[in-house]
Every structure is written in structure tokens, then in C-alpha cells.
């Protein structure tokens, strides 16, 4: 039996066998499911486990793991007709996830794209000529002793079932083909049947993946109210709990919850998660940038610990380098981030902080969408400053959670400028009654809507045509100052502007042109307890950052978007500080055909922001942002907003999801629109080649690609058409010819003029 190998760095198929089992044993104890079905799901999990690589066992298979040569043919096959003919008692649900653990069910001529890896049909027992089958089942059976002792071992150790093997064991192959058959037959079986064969097989693929990577020490699903202390202790620090909070804590089912950014939000959110969990119900924690997403993923970790809370998004693996590097090795800080982005994909971290768009990638049947069957029923998703999102992706969000809910899932929308409209949305299209919001009747909540954290003044002209008096009235205060663009060009411009008269050391330039390396060093920098007194930033800073400066000089923008900017200045608003000046300036500072160019935001609702703040007194309260936000989208979305909202609403995959899904098909353009959804590409600076060169040669992979930047799809246009960028045949990447700085970031403006 030890001389069958299930890897070719010799591990054994008993060993692998045993190790899948104890990842399922795991999994069945934590799956949102009540006791009784979690033992039922464990017994014909342990069974499939056991079984699902047993076609490895054959002659040929064996070979090729010895020699490195390609067998040609497909092991999991085997494996299913081998555990029909030993347990003729599986169903057809557990057959199927045994024979599709690595692959698609066979394509459909003219269909399926050659993207789509498929179980070949050739080798498929559909009738008793196939010579390919007939070959694969012959080297099974040849194979004697070995593979007798191995079935022996797995049936009698995990007690599946009695039987003499000394009878010659017939691979009943038409038999398997009834079982499983093809794509036509799939859609005409039960929504139960289809939604149960995609609940095991993501379960066997994700205990397979695991069980591959040696990751066996997984954690329990926490109980969040054992974590309310924990809570209270880092979060409020000391203080009370406010009024809403507590109602928050209260709440039982889906919620809306309104507090303004620095009044204790997340506080809020956990307490109503804590209160909403189900038995092993998990917890989603959704943001729209990376930026926060990281930022709130250090933040549960302290909360929760390490061990319970992942991180997901298309820059994770990066990201968690960079936090292992600094008492690792490069090699081991890439194996240990490279193994944590992968099992953030599993079925691993119960706690998971994310984008939208890894929600939307199961909902939208992407690759590996089984898997939250299994993982969704019952959890807690939070949805944390929606109106950040695209309306595109709004409308896809609500669809999806509208779906959710027929898992049993609870929801909690949370923002600090929800716009009145949108908050109308969610209560029809959801049905969410409870709207949670600071109280200005009741003490403890009605300071958090009367307190005055910022001293408006609306200024003419443009952030770079006022510089020269920035400038003088920063350098005049000796406060902390916070300066937000529209744009990468213009902060750039005033970094470049600001060196000549500040100190380097005492500045930072934050925007989306800098590659991981440097991103992550200045979040870090930005957020620790001594951040830099002077930052120069673009929107990446406006959801979840805990930034707290003393000035601000703002460019023009919706009214939402500005109350987020405001978030991170006076953020707590002290009583014994006054109210921190804000500078609005009522133009942006680039110009196209010179006229201000108002993107990325919409001009109408941004001049009717900028009146608005005008109307009011300079001194703005809490009560008054909230007032003007629901002005300036009193009429809600419209135009191509409108359509946007409506197409991902209506969305016809995620509407249909129960009654089309297939188990063991996804989408493969469905990876497109999820990793693509910023429209961005990633170039690489042609002064990093030599580096990135030398990271390749010393095989440090992770580290190389944490070189590249990405830019938005339509300034590639550009680039690629001014001969700028180009693809290099021998790096295999995009190569810019721009210059790259680890303070300033991609320089593209200096040598491309009206690029945006």
C-alpha cells in the first residue's frame, strides 16, 4: 500500500486519503447546518474522500508520477467507477463530485470556451467500445495486491462498508455513465439534486486543495458574542457605549445602519453581527477599496486574531508579503502569503473581509462558485459604504444579496452618507425595516449629530491655482494637513510643488500609481501612530482609513464623497479641539479644452454639492451633511447611472441562479469582469526591469510582480499609442517607458498630455 503515490514528491494515497478526511472531518464539524445534517454530510463526505483519488492507484498513473511523464488519462474517472463498483449504495450527487474534483463536465461542442477545462468525453464510459476507457480500467484492475490493499485499508479504517475483496471487482462503466451522463442531463434534474452535487463537490475540492497544501490546522468557527469584550476593549477604548450601538446590538434580522465616519460605525457592526450569528454562521465583511480593505482586515485581526479572520481581494498575496517579509525570510514570507491568499479562496478564515466583486463572483457562477453553498447558508454580510460602489455594481450587489437571502443569510448595510434615495432602495428591493441611526432625542447620540468637527469655506478658483496660499497658511499653522484630488496629475503636481518648501520627511504622496511595494509602505506610514504631518492624497484615502488631521483642502466633489473626505479630518472631534478649517475649492484643477474637468465624478451633482455647502453655515454639523447629500440626490439615479443600476439588477445569471445551475460548470469570463472591474493593467517601469529581472533569477516570483502598477485601461490607449508602453515578448510583461518613483510613484502626465 505504501508504494502507491498520490504526489510526485512521494506522498502516499494513504497519506493524502487520510489527510483530505481529517480536512473534511473538520469542515462537517463547522458547516452552518444543524447536528443532524452535519453527520449526514459528514458520512458521504468521509466516503467521496476516501475514494476520490483511488484511481491514481492504477499501473500507468503510478508510472507517470515516477517518470514526470504525462499518463493521458483522467484519475478521477477512475476514481468514481471504482467507488460505484465498491459502493453501488453512493448517490448520483456523490459520484458527480468524485469524477469532476479537478474538472468541468464535458463541454458542449461549439459552446464552451477552450478556456474551460473540461473532462474529456473520450474517455467517458458512455458506451462499451471505448477503447480509452476499456485501457485506463484494465491498468486498475492489473494492478493487483496494492490497490486491493489500499481499498481494503480506506473501507475498513473509515468503516464505509463490508465487503470481500477476494472477488474480482467489476468497473461497471455504463453503469457510472447513468449516474453522471452529460450537460442535458444535468439541467433535467431537481434544483435539490443540482444545488446538493454542487455542495459536495465544492466541499471534496476545497478539502483536496487543502489537504494538497498540508494545511490541516484550521479554525473554528468563533462564537461572536464571546468576542463582545473584546470589542468594547479595543474599539471604544475606555468610552461609553453609545445609544445606537447599543440599539444596533439589539437588532435581530437585516439592518441599515447611518453614523457619521469617527462615531463608532464598526462598533455598531459587530455588536449586530455578534447578535445576528447563527450556529457556525460565518461573517463577510464587504468593502469597496483595497485601501480599507487592509486597513479593516488588521483591525478584526486584533479583534478576533490572526488565525480567524482572512482577507480577499485581487492584491491580497501582495499585500500579506509585505507583512510577513519583515521577520521572515523572502522565501518563507512568500510561501506563507502565497499559502494565505490561496486558502483565503477556501473554506478556511470563518471571519473574511473582501470586495464585492468576490461576492459577486459566486453569484455570477465564476470559477469555484460551489463552494459557497456551502460556506454562505446562514452567515452575516456587511456591506460597508455601498454608495461607493458603481451603480453598476450596486444594482449587482442587491441582486445577489436578494438571493442570498434565500440561504437564510442576515444582511446589515452600513454608511456614513447613505443617500436617502438608496437607503429607499434597499428597504423595497430587500424588504429591511430596521433603520438604525444616531438619535438626536436621546443623550449620548444627538452630540454625535449636533457636534461640529469642520469650518467650511468654499474658495474660488482651483486647489493648483490657490497653492502659493496653501503653501503660506500650512506652512503659517504648524497643524497637520490633509490635501484630497480628484486626480493622480494634480497631487502629483503638488507634491512636486510642496518639496520646495517643506520638509520631505515630514510629507507623503498617496494615490493609485504606485506599485504593492510602495502602496503598502505608505498605508503604513499614513497609519501609524506617528503619520506624516503633511498628506497629499487622491480618493484611495476616503473609506475606512483611521487618518485624523487637522486642516484639509479639498477638491470639488458629490456631496458623499465629501462627507467621507471630511471622515478624515478632526475625524473624532474631540471637545476640547475647534472645529478644523476645510478648504473646498469650487473648481477642479485639470482642465480639458479649458474647461475643469469634473471626473471622475458627475459635474452637475458636484456644482450642486459645492451651492449647497455654500447655503449653509460655515460651521457644519453632522445633521446638515446628512441634509445635503439627500438634496443633491434627491432624484436618485438617472441617465446611464440609471441603466447601469437597472442592467445589474435585472442581471440574468444571478436571477436565475437556482433554477440554471449546473454543478460543475462556471463561467470563464467571469474572472474577466471580476479582476478586471477597475479597468486597469499592470505595467511594469522600464527603470524596475533590471530589478524585476533579478527577483525572477533568484526565483523570488511574488516579490517581482509587487513591481508592476497598475493604470486604468483607457491611459494604456493612450500609452500604447504614443509608443510609450509595449509588450515584451522576453518579460512577458507591459513594459512603460515613464519614469517611476518610490516617493511620487508612475510619472505618465509629464510625457502625456491630456491623459486622465
Not at 64 to 89: D, N, Y
Not at 372 to 391: K, M, Q, R, S, T
Not at 679 to 684: M, V
Request: glycine share 6%.
Amino acid at each position: 500500500m505504501n508504494e502507491l503515490w498520490a504526489k510526485d514528491t512521494g506522498e502516499t494515497l494513504s497519506e493524502h486519503s487520510d489527510n483530505v478526511i481529517k480536512i473534511i472531518n473538520h469542515l462537517s464539524r463547522n458547516l452552518p447546518l444543524s447536528a443532524v445534517e452535519r453527520e449526514q454530510c459528514s458520512s458521504i463526505l468521509i466516503r467521496i474522500g476516501a475514494m476520490h483519488d483511488i484511481g491514481k492507484s492504477a499501473l500507468g498513473f503510478q508510472d507517470s508520477l515516477r517518470t514526470k511523464q504525462r499518463w493521458g488519462h483522467r484519475h478521477e474517472i477512475l476514481s468514481a467507477a471504482v467507488a460505484f463498483a465498491i459502493m453501488p449504495e453512493l448517490s448520483k450527487e456523490a459520484l458527480f463530485a468524485i469524477i469532476t474534483h479537478h474538472r468541468n463536465i464535458p463541454a458542449e461542442p461549439f459552446i464552451t470556451p477552450k478556456s474551460e477545462k473540461c473532462l474529456p468525453r473520450n474517455e467517458l464510459p458512455f458506451d462499451d467500445g471505448n477503447s480509452s476507457w476499456y485501457s485506463m480500467t484494465q491498468e486498475w484492475l492489473e494492478g493487483g495486491g496494492s490497490a486491493k490493499e489500499l481499498l481494503n485499508y480506506l473501507i475498513k479504517f473509515y468503516n464505509l462498508r463490508t465487503i470481500n475483496l477476494s472477488e474480482k471487482i467489476q468497473i461497471d462503466g455504463i453503469g457510472l455513465s447513468e449516474k453522471i451522463l452529460s450537460r442535458d442531463f444535468q439541467k433535467k434534474v431537481s434544483e435539490f439534486d443540482r444545488r446538493y452535487a454542487s455542495f459536495l463537490r465544492g466541499l471534496l475540492m476545497t478539502a483536496d486543495h487543502m489537504a494538497s497544501a498540508h494545511q490541516f490546522d484550521l479554525p473554528e468557527v468563533p462564537v461572536h458574542k464571546d468576542y463582545v469584550i473584546a470589542i468594547h476593549r479595543h474599539e471604544l477604548k475606555g468610552k461609553n457605549i453609545r445609544p445606537f450601538q447599543e440599539r444596533c446590538a439589539g437588532i435581530a434580522g437585516d439592518a441599515i445602519l447611518k453614523a457619521p465616519t469617527g462615531s463608532g460605525k464598526t462598533v455598531a457592526i459587530l455588536l449586530w453581527a455578534a447578535n445576528n450569528q447563527a450556529e457556525n454562521g460565518r461573517l463577510f465583511y464587504v468593502l469597496p477599496h483595497t485601501a480599507s480593505i487592509n486597513a479593516m482586515h488588521k483591525r478584526l485581526q486584533e479583534i478576533y486574531c490572526e488565525k480567524n479572520v482572512g482577507i480577499l481581494h485581487h492584491k491580497n498575496a501582495e499585500y500579506l508579503f509585505n507583512i510577513f517579509e519583515s521577520d521572515n525570510s523572502v522565501h518563507d514570507a512568500a510561501q506563507m502569503a502565497k499559502s494565505l491568499s490561496e486558502l483565503a479562496r477556501e473554506i478556511y478564515h470563518p471571519i473574511r473581509v473582501t470586495t464585492p466583486h468576490q461576492i459577486l463572483r459566486v453569484a455570477l457562477q465564476g470559477k469555484g462558485w460551489e463552494l459557497g453553498l456551502a460556506e454562505f447558508p446562514n452567515a452575516c454580510f456587511v456591506f460597508d459604504e455601498i454608495h461607493a460602489f458603481e451603480p453598476l455594481f450596486v444594482g449587482l450587489t442587491i441582486a445577489t444579496v436578494k438571493w442570498l437571502k434565500g440561504m437564510g443569510v442576515k444582511v446589515l448595510f452600513a454608511s456614513a452618507t447613505l443617500p436617502l434615495f438608496l437607503e429607499e432602495i434597499l428597504k423595497k428591493e430587500i424588504g429591511i425595516t430596521n433603520i438604525i441611526s444616531p438619535d438626536s432625542q436621546i443623550h449620548g447620540d444627538k452630540d454625535v449629530l449636533d457636534k461640529i468637527r469642520h469650518n467650511i469655506e468654499i474658495r474660488e478658483g482651483s486647489l493648483l491655482s490657490n497653492i502659493d496660499d496653501i503653501i503660506k497658511e500650512i506652512g503659517s499653522s504648524g497643524k497637520t494637513a490633509l490635501i484630497i484630488c480628484n486626480h493622480v496629475n494634480t497631487s502629483q503636481k503638488i507634491y512636486e510643488k510642496f518639496k520646495e518648501y517643506f520638509d520631505i520627511n515630514e510629507m507623503k504622496l498617496f494615490h493609485s500609481l504606485f506599485n504593492a511595494k510602495d502602496r503598502f509602505n505608505m498605508e503604513t506610514a499614513i497609519q501609524s501612530k506617528k503619520p506624516p504631518k503633511i498628506l497629499i492624497a487622491t480618493q484611495t484615502i476616503e473609506v475606512s482609513l483611521d487618518l485624523d488631521y487637522d486642516y484639509g483642502y479639498i477638491e470639488p466633489a458629490p456631496a458623499d464623497a465629501l462627507g467621507q473626505r471630511l471622515g478624515r479630518i478632526n475625524r473624532r472631534g474631540e471637545p476640547n479641539k475647534s472645529p478644523a478649517k476645510v478648504i473646498i475649492f469650487k473648481e477642479p484643477s485639470l482642465k480639458s479644452k479649458g474647461e475643469p474637468l469634473y471626473l471622475p465624478y458627475d459635474e452637475k451633482v458636484t456644482r450642486k454639492t459645492i451651492d449647497c455647502f455654500k447655503k449653509n453655515n460655515s460651521l457644519l454639523s453632522e445633521q446638515q451633511l446628512t441634509d445635503i447629500v439627500n438634496e443633491i440626490y434627491e432624484d436618485g439615479y438617472t441617465g446611464d447611472s440609471e441603466e447601469d443600476y437597472e442592467r445589474g439588477l435585472n442581471n440574468s445569471i444571478i436571477k436565475s441562479f437556482n433554477e440554471e445551475m449546473i454543478a460543475g460548470i462556471h463561467k470563464p469570463w467571469v474572472e474577466d469582469i471580476i479582476e478586471g472591474t477597475d479597468g486597469s493593467l499592470e505595467i511594469l517601469p522600464i527603470e524596475l526591469c533590471d530589478d524585476y529581472c533579478q527577483l525572477k533569477e533568484n526565483k523570488e516570483y511574488l516579490k517581482a510582480k509587487m513591481l508592476l502598477v497598475p493604470i486604468q485601461t483607457r491611459q494604456s490607449a493612450k500609452l500604447f499609442k504614443e509608443k510609450v508602453l509595449y509588450w515584451d515578448e522576453r518579460l512577458y510583461e507591459y513594459i512603460a517607458k515613464l519614469n517611476y518613483s518610490s516617493t511620487s510613484g508612475l510619472d505618465i502626465f509629464k510625457q502625456i498630455e491630456n491623459i486622465y
